[in-house]
């Protein structure tokens, strides 16, 4: 076992009781994981192409989620103005008045 971080014994019993949870694989796992990090370090350099695909691509998608909200924005507000066309009665101190666009 590693040395604690900490004296508490909240901590330590904390510890004894993660350990089950904690996920360590198994020889075979690791060895696939190294070779597909390896294979993916070695492999062909993007071209330029593809590096404009992988900013582009969010870009765009975030460019689509901002027009998308801002025509429903535009929409719901249309609606909106609709109902401020009516007048608007308030009485104050006995007598009421008409308040409008």
Sequence with gaps: MGVAMSDDRFFDQ???DARPLRYEPDAVRV???EA???ERVAGEPATVAQLLAMWFRP???SLAALALAAALAVG???RNNDFSM???EVSVAG???SVAD
């Design 14 to 16: 904390l510890r004894r």
């Design 31 to 33: 060895q696939r994981l």
């Design 36 to 38: 597909a990090v390896r």
């Design 59 to 61: 870009l765009a998608a």
């Design 76 to 78: 719901f507000s249309g």
């Design 86 to 88: 009516e007048p608007v």
């Design 95 to 97: 007598g009421s008045y």
